[in-house]
């Protein structure tokens, strides 16, 4: 239903300017189209077509002057020009042998990689000619219709899109209504008759192409973008080659060919090829697949690899900077910040106590330090820098470490406990000191001599 209203929308759009029924023998017929093309307004088209109505095949042309020698234009089927000796052929049409050959005519000026790629004949002094050539007696219908540029003369298939008179084409299918279909030859296994098939230079890398074959085999090789015509498969060898010079010279004149258009275009090469029997890659180019390969999957693993070492180096990280975090929030718990003023007004300190053990500098009044759970008293600072690379006190060697400072913690929710740990620990504090008495020294018997001595009844006797 849809495509129906297509026809008829361009049968709308399209002004019928002659549709003649021709009965013709064998050789060349003339056909001006001078008053037409004379009559053509700058903002149209025209289009030109040829419809086989009988078996036999007619060769349709645009030239600008008349053409009588048979000869000369048999030759016109055998150049790899679009255009040679001042004449524009439908080569796919004829390649494939379809029923209806188009060629356009305009008096606007296109580059010559545009009229070449969308089959645009373009008009000089008003001077058009319809050479059309049978080798035996045909019958055809001639039409010329009149479109606006910016319409597109033909329904773009296979998902094709009109943009500014022109079908641009998905990947795969080729010619200007998008209407043949071509094969990846990427994924090609082997060949067998006529085959159209394409190569995406999106993916490909910049080097020499080769595909080696078991047999030889006949074919042709050409950029798409030069010239969106087929040519006819006439080299013959074991292998198709596409060198890396070729790649890259056909990335860019598609880059040239969508800046002159404004059209989005596929990088490709076409390759055509055509055997009566099959003909499969060589046993080198399976190898060098296999090889191909084996390199993918080794580098998808080492891949794998590096990304699961990045992701385990990461989490260590992350994971060390929590715990110095966690260490950080554990001092700044358990030993604050505090200034030596306010430690001086709570508890009396000995000589040994007026100047850090770290940096052995006095402390000041205003000076910030820390009282570790063993009640000694450091530069914060100081004590900073000592706990990166130790983890025990500087004086009394206790431990500093996230374990021990958690422990104290539930020893400080058990105050009973805390208490005779701290006697204990002033006690030992205690032992065996010297302290100063009026400026003499005064030494402290050890606690044990403190402690009455309970004698066995068996020592009694």
């Known amino acids: 239903m849809i495509s129906l209203f297509s026809l008829f929308l361009q049968l709308s759009l399209a002004e019928i300017l002659i549709q003649n029924l021709v009965n013709t023998t064998k050789g060349i017929q003339n056909t001006s189209f001078n008053s037409q093309c004379e009559n053509l307004l700058p903002q149209n088209k025209l289009k030109i077509s040829l419809t086989q109505q009988s078996q036999e095949i007619s060769i349709l042309a645009i030239c600008y002057n008349k053409l009588e020698n048979v000869q000369n234009f048999e030759q016109l089927l055998d150049s790899s020009n679009d255009i040679s000796n001042n004449c524009f052929v439908d080569y796919n049409a004829y390649i494939l042998k379809n029923k209806t050959q188009i060629i356009f005519m305009s008096h606007n000026e296109y580059p010559t990689l545009v009229s070449q790629y969308h089959k645009i004949f373009q008009i000089e002094r008003n001077q058009c000619n319809a050479v ?58 082997y060949f067998f008759g006529f085959q ?64 002159l258009t404004n059209i989005n275009y596929y990088s490709q090469f076409i390759i055509v090829t055509n055997t009566s029997t099959i003909v499969q890659y060589s046993e080198y180019n399976n190898q060098q697949s296999s090889s191909i ?38 001092i700044e718990y358990f030993m604050p910040v505090q200034q030596f003023l306010s430690v001086t007004d709570r508890k009396s300190c000995s000589k040994d106590e007026q100047f850090c053990s770290i940096c052995l500098e006095l402390f ?25 690379k130790n983890k025990i006190c500087p004086l009394c060697r206790a431990a ?21 740990l701290h006697q204990l620990s002033s006690q030992h504090k205690n032992d065996g000191s010297l302290t100063s008495i009026d400026g003499s020294l005064t030494y402290h018997s050890p606690i044990t001599k403190q402690l009455a001595v309970v004698k066995h009844s068996k020592f009694l006797k």
């Open 196 to 259: 159209i098939q394409y190569l995406d230079l999106i993916t490909l890398q910049s080097v020499d192409y080769i595909i080696e074959l078991n047999s030889e085999i006949s074919y042709s090789i050409q950029c798409y973008s030069n010239s969106s015509h087929l040519f006819i498969p006439n080299q013959k060898g074991k292998s198709l080659k596409i060198e890396e010079n070729q790649i890259n010279l056909c990335k860019q004149q598609t880059q040239l060919l969508e800046q």
């Open 400 to 420: 500093l470490d996230t374990i021990t400072i958690q422990s104290k913690k539930i020893n400080l929710q058990n105050p009973q406990k805390t208490h005779i």
């Open 364 to 388: 000041k009044p205003e000076s910030n330090v820390r009282i570790t759970y063993c009640e000694h008293i450091f530069h914060v600072n100081c004590l900073q820098n000592w706990m990166k």
């Open 132 to 189: 059309i050539y049978s080798s035996t007696d045909s019958i055809y219908i001639l039409t010329v219709e009149s479109f606006e540029i910016d319409d597109c003369a033909e329904d773009c298939k296979n998902r094709g899109v009109c943009v500014k008179g022109f079908c641009q084409c998905p990947l795969g299918f080729v010619g200007y209504d998008c209407s043949i279909a071509a094969t990846n030859i990427e994924q090609n296994t």
């Open 293 to 330: 390969i084996v390199i993918i999957v080794l580098t998808t693993i080492l891949s794998i690899i590096i990304i699961l070492i990045i992701v385990i180096y990461i989490l260590k990280i992350k994971s060390k900077n929590q715990e110095q975090k966690n260490n950080i929030n554990q």
